[in-house]
C-alpha cells in the first residue's frame, strides 16, 4: 500500500525555539494533505488541510500564525511549530490523500518542549 | 457537526473470542464511514471502508455494516489474535468538499493467548 514517511518521528526542543516537521508521501501524489495533532489517550484531531500550491486550511481554534504548513511540492508538506511553548508538546500526525480519496497516514513525530 | 463515538476501552479478550466495537455516528449528508488501526509503534491503517447505507466494508476477517437507521458502524471479528492488539478508530468523512475525517475517541484491544 501506500506510505507516507514523517520525519523527525521525536524532537526535544528548549521553549522559543522553532521545530520543523515534515510529510512526504513515498509512492504517490497528494494534492491535499491533513496535519492532526493526538493528545495522550485522546482521538486525532484535525488542525489543517494543507493544499499544494496554495494556503492552507485551518481549523477553527488553531492559530495559524503558530502553526505554519506548507505544502510546496506534490509529495511533500511541512509544519513548523514556532516559538514552541511545553503546551505544544503533543503528537503530531500527517495524512495524505490519493486521486481516489484514501487517506494514508504518517508514523507521527513526537515533540517534547522544555 | 460531525462526530463520531466509540465505545470506551480498554477491551481485553482471550484469543479466538468475539469481537464487537461499537462506534455511532452524528453526521449531516451522506458521510463515508472508516475504521482504521494504529498497531504499537506505527502509524493509522485503514483497516476497511463503506461508503454508503447497507454497504458492508471486510479486510483481515474484520466486518463493519454501514447502518443508516441506527447511524453505526459497529466492528466485528468472530475470532480474534493476538497479532490483532491495537488501537481501533472509527472514522467518518464529509460527503462533499474537503473529506475532511472525524474520529472518534479509539478503543485499545488487547489480546491475550
Redesign the interface.
Known sequence: ?AV?S?HPSRVICKSGTSVKIECRSLDFQAT?M?WYRQFP??????MA?SNEGSKA?YEQGVEKDKFLINHASLTLSTLTVTSAHPEDSSFY?C?A?DSR????????TRLTVL | GNSVTQMEGPVTLSEEAFLTINCTYTATGYPSLFWYVQYPGEGLQLLLKATKADDKGSNKGFEATYRKETTSFHLEKGSVQVSDSAVYFCALSDSQGAQKLVFGQGTRLTINP
Open positions: 500500500g507516507v514523517q491535499t491533513f489517550k485522546q482521538s486525532l484531531m484535525l488541510t486550511t500526525i495524512s490523500r480519496g484514501t487517506q494514508y497516514f504518517g508514523p507521527g
